[in-house]
């Protein structure tokens, strides 16, 4: 344990700096869907970079979009089985996991069009 003068001898930088033993981060890409009204769906994707601080026993995760897009869909482009699965669903988010390469090549080569990107695309990036 810390004493009281040693930790107020620190300015707020160091102490923050002390007590983060562990920082991880952590890229996914997501593919949200979820209705707008009968005839329209709102498919959007967006890649994010999670920040989790260890302090002490305890864990802070921060959530940063580095990169989204969305648009909107026609009922009609898409089969009735998808639309009566997001009508029970309400939303459906589908999620990969990225290593940092995996992150840094998405957002060079496809940051002006994300909706390009899928699963397959991803498991041949390395």
């Known amino acids: 344990m810390l004493s009281k003068d040693f930790m107020s001898s620190m300015s707020n930088e160091t102490r923050m700096k002390t007590f983060y033993i562990n920082m991880n981060q952590q890229y996914y890409f997501r593919r949200t869907y979820f209705l ?3 005839n329209l769906y709102v498919e959007m994707v967006t890649l994010v970079m999670e920040s989790t601080r260890q302090i002490g026993k305890r864990s802070k995760v921060e959530t940063e979009v580095v990169e989204s897009d969305s ?8 089969s009735k089985s998808f639309i009566e699965y997001l009508k029970v669903e309400d939303t459906i988010i589908e999620e990969y996991k990225l290593s940092k390469n995996q992150a840094d090549i998405v957002l060079n080569k496809y940051k002006n069009n ?10 041949s990036i390395n």
């Open 114 to 123: 994300l909706f390009d990107v899928n699963k397959e695309l991803l498991d």
């Open 36 to 38: 707008l009204d009968a």
């Open 71 to 78: 648009r909107e869909v026609s009922t009609t482009n898409i």
